[in-house]
């Protein structure tokens, strides 16, 4: 009996460690968040802001609210003319207006965010930025989904 529940036990462990290589955009390698987890938060963060209008929905957003930050991934909000409305990562963005900002590869992702986000209801867009958890400059994805007048957004680090 033991050595068949032994072998029971290697068939499960097998069996799962196959399944965790077919799924590997579910889980992020180094225990970040995962494509998966970007656009549920932008869902929640659209949802919340529709039920509890702009001016609330931004001050949890930018408040760091335990909603809106999962682990590496936090929501930004973006007007169509490149000025933040809300930031989970950085408050001191709010207000400013960022439609020339470029990453380290001279990309102006605020520019093409917001160009794609008044093409498009929902996108993923490529850029590299600082991870406010390593501070080192990555590669990252942002997910988007128009609201209106705004983009917002959520990101994983690749």
Known sequence: MHKMFSLA????????LSSALLLPAAFAADGGATRTDAEAMVKKGVAFIKASGDQAGYAAITGKDAKFIDRDLYLVVYKLDGTVAAHGANPKMVGKNLIELKDIDGKAFVKERV???????????DYKFTNPETKKIEPKQMYCERLNETVVCGGIYL
């Open 9 to 16: 036990g290697r068939s499960i462990a097998l069996t799962a």
């Open 115 to 125: 160009d794609m986000g008044k093409a498009k209801p929902q996108f993923w867009q």
